[in-house]
């Protein structure tokens, strides 16, 4: 059974029109390619009808991960959070305590990540490590690079 996924209603949308665009759009341009490369003759030598077949698998597989996603999609009702702690959906200023340095990120929701426009899925180290949390507190993070302690500056919607 799949993990439950919390969106927002943007993200739930999101997915379904990315879904939507895989299945209508992508999927009959793989089979297109297949037919074409299959018209080419012998299978066993063809490269083309080979990587044709490869990326129909991969496409499979997204829009497979994609429908369970949407399966499995709760909305958050973003009405009822609050600030008094960190959880999906908050904006977190937090400040590394060895060089304050800050930085903002808000907690969404795997499908919703983008780290360009500071969203981090609630999945990653550094928000395991502030949820749960209120301002002032100090969180000892294990990443990749080892242990990095930050102090939370703020939190708000």
């Known amino acids: 059974m799949a993990q439950t996924s919390y969106m927002t209603e943007e993200g739930l949308a ?16 793989i089979s297109l390619q297949i037919a074409e490369a299959r018209d080419k ?10 990587a044709a077949k490869e990326a129909q ?7 497979a991960k994609m429908e369970d996603m949407l399966a499995s999609a709760r909305i958050i009702d973003e009405s009822k959070l609050d600030t008094s702690q ?13 060089n304050n340095q800050q930085v903002e990120y808000m907690l969404v ?11 981090i899925s609630v999945g990653t180290p550094i928000a395991k490590g502030l ?7 100090v969180v000892d993070i294990q990443v990749p690079s080892g242990v990095m302690s930050f102090e939370i500056m703020e939190i708000s919607l």
């Open 57 to 63: 698998g991969l496409l499979e597989m997204k829009i």
């Open 109 to 119: 929701s795997e499908a919703e990540s983008d780290i360009r426009s500071g969203k």
């Open 14 to 29: 999101n997915l379904k029109k990315e879904l939507d665009h895989l299945t209508s759009v992508e999927r009959p341009a």
């Open 86 to 98: 960190v959880q999906i959906l908050n904006k977190v200023k937090i400040k590394n305590t060895k």
């Open 131 to 137: 949820l749960g949390k209120k301002v002032g507190d």
């Open 41 to 50: 003759g012998d299978l066993s030598e063809n490269a083309e009808y080979d």
